[in-house]
């Protein structure tokens, strides 16, 4: 029972031992898989939308629930990757950030508010809500100015700029994008610095520089079609075909649309294939393709939701054109509202002076001449105003160029300090490793302690044994029948419970040594002792203390009951074929009886019995007598 127990602790002990650094291990691993996937999504480093979405569950699958650095992590992550095509979707994406920011708003600035301000305002612009989206970005700008990270500060300000070039203030979007640009640069952060390279372009096209616009977009188009980015590089590609458009070269723009309308049947998207088809009606107008470009209108309009406000607001406009050159004028003028709506919502000024413009033409073919005077004045109106800073943002743009110098001392600087902090998150993060390291070693340390410790008591319980034991018969030996003797010799002293003893001695075991040898009579012995032992009890014990002398204890068992045992171990012994250890064998034995009386020790009651045995032996043999 001892041995058992004791077996079983050392198992304990192992398995702890053993799992600790397995546990430890897998964490470690999972951990090392986790900051890689978050590193391929933070890179953009996937494929499309759906690989997207199984990294980001990947993620949250293999991080600890009380992994608090990399839940905030999970937590940027689901913000920025939420889907927002719809209305509904939009307004879940915007709660969303709303709700996290909430729980994140202690302590302040953070990276993780930061970055869900900057979400929450990405969200809101294309949903309509500019100035509260303007205020978002610029607020989460200022803190990642004050936390000095300049990831943060490349995405908030790309992201601004972008905003910025499509609402027509080129002066501030020039400045945000020329910004964002260099970090993403010096960060060596590449795809998120031609996703800025790309809005930069279309911010120079869009303030009347096509040309410059051009080459970025050519240059950058090369950059994705090698990487095999293809949803980026039909993104340029429509870039490039309004950039050829402004420069007149509507051939060559009308084939790129219709090269991205060629993509988007193979990939299966409604929506963009109805952008597709918007803009190569545009460019249908512009070449007095009325009938055409009213068929791609008109199946566009049944697919683009009027959520993507910046594709929606052209379809509208294109309609009223077509309209218009169709004399449908009250047709022409709803399509003209409702691309006002749109314009409105995006805060596209320049798309809605030009709406405001044909209003007017269709005004005047209608001969409403009041209002198309009144909307021409507007239009005039705007476009002056529009001029004016389009003058001003021209100074700006030529600061901004020049301004490039000081831009890139301070982005320097503050890309100094992003490295500094990143060798410092290093060291910590060397110090976790060597800390698991060490766990490990004392953990092997540990296994290998216990494994020699557990073989320590093995080989001390088998000494103990061997030390105990008669090496012959495996029966008690002198030694172990004596004290164990005395031992119940005690106990029946306490509980007044009965105690008996049996000594047996081999009859004439001289002869069978003599005649068939000692070997023989060692095999005589052993069969002796199975005998013997085999018709005790599990409490009684047996054992051999002398040559062919055995001793049995037996417990709680009073003198009547020891003679009958005794007879019927006699008997058994003389009934047992003795031939099958060698053909004229028979052998018996003598036994003397003796039972506790009020003996002191153990001594006088095996005194007792060897007159007892002596006197069996004296009796002829292979009988019992008891004292
Ligand atoms: N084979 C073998 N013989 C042993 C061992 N120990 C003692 N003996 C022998 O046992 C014999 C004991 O002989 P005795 O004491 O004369 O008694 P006996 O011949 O059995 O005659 P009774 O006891 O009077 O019936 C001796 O010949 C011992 O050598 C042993 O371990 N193996």
Known sequence: MKKKLNFYFFIAIFIAIYFLPISVFAAYYDNVKADAIYKKIDLADYVDQIEGEKLLNEFKRIIAADDDIRQKLYVRLYCWNQPSTTDSELASAIKYAQQ???????????????????????????????????????????????????????????????????????????????????????????????????????????????????????????????????????????????????????????????????????????????DAKTNIAGNLIKLNKIDEALVLLKQAEKELPASYDGPHSSLMLYLAQVYLAKNEFDKALEYSQLASIDFNRGGNQRGENENIYIKSDIYQAKGDIDNALKTLQKFIKIHMSLDKQNMSDRNSEMQARFDTNKIKTENEWLIQRDKDKEQQLQILQRNENMQIIIIILVA????????????????????????????????????????????????????????????????????VNDTLGHDMGDKVLVKLAAISASMMRDTDVVGRVGGEEFLILLPNIDKTKAIEIANRLVDTIAKYDWSQISPRLHQTISAGVASYTNEVELSPLLLKADKALYCAKAAGRNCVKAE
């Not at 008591?457 to 030694?479: C, W």
């Open 100 to 274: 996290q920011l909430l729980i994140y708003s202690v302590p302040y600035p953070s990276a993780i508010h930061t970055d869900l301000l900057l979400c929450l305002g990405y969200y809101k612009q294309f949903s309509g809500q500019l100035d509260e989206a303007l205020d978002d970005l610029s607020n989460a700008i200022n803190n990642a100015y004050e936390l000095e990270d300049p990831r943060l500060i490349a995405d908030g300000r790309s992201i601004r700029g972008s905003m910025l070039s499509y609402q027509g203030n080129y002066s501030s979007a020039l400045e945000d994008l020329i910004t964002s640009q260099q970090l993403y640069e010096n960060l060596n952060l590449t795809y998120w610095a031609n996703d800025n390279l790309s809005e930069l372009a279309a911010s120079y096209r869009r303030f009347g520089d096509a040309d410059t616009a051009l080459k970025y977009q050519i240059k950058l188009e090369q950059v994705y079609l090698k990487a095999n980015l293809l949803m980026e590089a039909d993104s340029i590609n429509n870039q490039i075909a309004f950039s050829l458009l402004e420069l007149g070269r509507i051939d060559e723009s009308t084939a790129r649309f219709r090269q991205s309308l060629t993509f988007w049947k193979t990939q299966q998207d409604s929506v963009s294939i109805a």
């Open 444 to 511: 092997i340390i540990l296994m290998i302690v216990s494994v020699f410790a557990y073989k320590q008591v093995v080989r001390k319980q088998l000494f103990r044994r061997l030390a105990l034991t008669d090496e012959l018969t495996k029966l008690a030996n002198r030694r172990d029948t004596y004290s164990q003797g005395n031992y119940f010799l005690k106990s029946s002293q306490q509980s007044a419970k009965p105690f008996s003893i049996i000594s047996f001695d081999a009859d004439h075991f001289k002869i």
